[in-house]
């Protein structure tokens, strides 16, 4: 298992953790992991295992053994590039990929440290609606934007209201 | 018919030949576009933070939309799939779903459940046609051999939504046969594009935009045709540091299915954003003369 977690430094089993996951995906009725057999057809399909160590079968048992924190704590669980062939193949109905981005959005809401470049559109997302400003193309010795091309504005009406809101959107939180 | 065209992000702020390209073909095919100001991003970078955030984005365009009573096609397929999932989780969840509809009270939007989604491949094969295409074809694109890149986030998960089949897209290999090309076989027709790992794992992602393009080139296409802005950055937009990053040569033109159906319907490629492209579709554009 190396690289998703080092298991002489794993931690003891963290039940609150696992109340917490267990928790959201009743709350929001995610397909639940506890049905999984370990077949490996998620691992063996992955797009992402390819050229990483992650493993999808993994982080779903790991989770299941009650190594949430562990798991959150993994680089590989910002190797999933969300294909989601493991969550349409899965005999058990069971979605790897989900149980990947709850974990990534509980690592969020304790306040550990994500990817820097995700860590940027998201706060531009939060900031101007977008994951990065409109950008200014070049065609041969000329720079094209919307305007030059005809295309609307992306002018938000009512921005402030619209910030506030989701400001507010981003403190209630379900994980 | 009158549609909305919610962009997403990547058509909006870079991909422009994408909304350029839906508008022009659409105007041709006699469909109307309602203009809906305020769209933003669907909420997928949220997605990694909390679940009422990316939620409250999702249903707020979707109101958006809703409020002028027009489906809303989406251009990239992460947003289609998102609009889908966020409409899935509130009706699982009535927590969640109380709290995105107090939040869209409070911004003074509604209704909650909001628009019709519509895939440019249920627009195109579903809602207008093949047939209806095949009959408005001015210059048949013969000769061409492309492969039809569908795109992971509109396929899957089947039980969201089926908007083709997800282990054997052919809705696209049919629209681009429509203008007169072929489509044969594309072996890694379900590869991933890597736009997903490009704000998280940058190398592995120009891999797998890489190792697409390499693979179709060396099958000996003529071009690969996309339905979805953030595929389409991958595979054309960023070809050459995908080139860079697998150290092979690449050179293989991608163009958008509207462009291709735009100069199977005669209009000029600069109102089709042709010149926005980065992958070489001159040589595309040289074979259909």
Excluded at chain 1, 54 to 81: K, Q, T, Y
Excluded at chain 1, 93 to 119: C, H, K, N, W, Y
Excluded at chain 2, 112 to 127: K, M, N, Q, V
Aim: charge should be neutral.
């Amino acid at each position: 298992m190396s690289g998703i977690t080092d298991q002489l430094r794993a931690t003891k089993p963290q039940p609150e953790l696992v109340d917490k996951f267990y928790g959201v995906v009743e709350k929001l009725k995610l397909e639940n992991p506890f049905h999984c057999f370990q077949c490996f057809k998620c691992t063996s399909g992955c797009t992402s295992f390819r050229l990483t160590e992650i493993m999808p079968h993994a982080f779903v048992n790991f989770v299941r053994l009650g190594f949430v924190e562990d798991m959150m704590r993994s680089e590989l669980l910002w190797a999933c590039c969300q294909c989601l062939k493991c969550k349409e193949r899965c005999p058990q109905e069971v979605a790897p990929v989900d149980v990947i981005f709850l974990l990534r959005r509980m690592t969020v809401s304790s306040g550990s440290e994500i990817p820097e470049d995700l860590s940027k559109i998201i706060m531009n997302v939060t900031e101007t609606g977008f994951i990065q400003g409109t950008q200014t193309v070049k065609v041969g010795d000329t720079s094209v934007d919307r305007e030059k091309l005809g295309l609307s504005s992306l002018e938000i009406p009512n921005a402030e209201k619209f910030r506030s809101v989701l400001m507010k959107a981003m403190e209630e939180q379900m994980e | 018919m009158k549609v909305a065209i919610f962009p997403g992000c990547v058509a909006a702020t870079e991909q422009y030949a994408c909304e350029l390209a839906t508008r022009e073909v659409l105007r041709e095919l006699g469909v109307e576009v309602v203009e809906v100001p305020g769209f933003t991003c669907c909420g997928w970078p949220l997605q990694n933070v909390g679940t009422v955030s990316w939620v409250y984005l999702a249903a707020r365009n979707l109101a958006l939309a809703a409020e002028k009573g027009v489906p809303l096609v989406t251009l990239c397929n992460v947003c289609n799939r998102l609009f889908y999932e966020a409409k899935s989780l509130m009706a699982g969840s009535p927590e969640l779903r109380e709290k995105i509809s107090a939040l869209l009270k409070e911004e003074g939007r509604g209704p909650l459940d909001g628009a019709e989604i519509l895939h440019p491949l249920e627009l195109f094969h579903d809602r207008i046609g093949v047939e209806e295409i095949k009959k408005r074809v001015k210059k048949p694109l013969k000769g061409l051999k492309l492969a039809a890149h569908t795109g992971c986030q509109a396929i899957r998960p089947r039980k969201l939504r089926t908007i083709d089949d997800p282990e054997h897209p052919q809705k696209l290999v049919r629209l681009v046969e429509a203008l007169g090309a072929q489509s044969p076989h594309y072996p890694e027709a379900l590869d991933c594009c890597g736009a997903y790992l490009f704000y998280t794992r940058k190398d592995a992602s120009l891999t797998l935009a890489g190792e697409k393009v390499e693979a179709a080139q060396n099958w000996g296409y003529d071009g690969m045709v996309t339905v979805c802005s953030s595929g389409h950055r991958m595979l054309d937009g960023k070809q050459d540091s995908a080139a860079t990053t697998i150290g092979k040569a690449l050179n293989l033109p991608v163009v958008y299915y509207t462009q291709l159906l735009g100069l199977a319907l005669g209009l000029s490629p600069e109102r089709l954003g042709l010149q926005l492209n980065r992958s070489p579709v001159k040589n595309l554009m040289g074979k259909i003369g």
